[in-house]
């Protein structure tokens, strides 16, 4: 096994729970990262065998996952280059 390619710090505080823990041996995940300007964090995940993808946040608690696969909703509180991060992240991974 070799060393981690990241090791990224929390900068949210217990409250909002553990982060996740990602694990990118398996090569049928992607995995995207995001910190913003204030220092909050996002973690994108695409499982490519089953096409779901999820998001998770710090300030949305760590726990709580959103389903990210049909794309952002425009309900969410998000600035531009968080939209335009997450997009990405889509595009990148792929679809089903």
């Not at 900068?11 to 995995?31: F, K, M, R, W």
């Not at 998770?56 to 968080?82: H, K, L, Y």
Request: one cysteine or more; glycine letters at 10%; proline letters at 5%.
């Amino acid at each position: 096994m070799s060393e981690p390619l990241l090791k990224i710090p929390n900068h949210h505080s217990a409250t909002c729970g553990d982060p996740p823990i990602v694990n990118g041996q398996e090569s049928h995940l992607y995995i995207g990262y995001f910190e913003n300007e204030h220092g909050e964090q996002w973690i994108f995940t695409r499982d490519r065998k089953s096409g779901i993808a999820t998001l998770r946040g710090g300030d949305i608690g760590w726990n709580t996952a959103i389903d990210v696969t049909n794309g952002p909703s425009s309900e969410w509180v998000f600035n531009q280059s968080e939209f335009e991060w997450l997009r990405a992240c889509l595009r990148a991974s792929g679809s089903r």
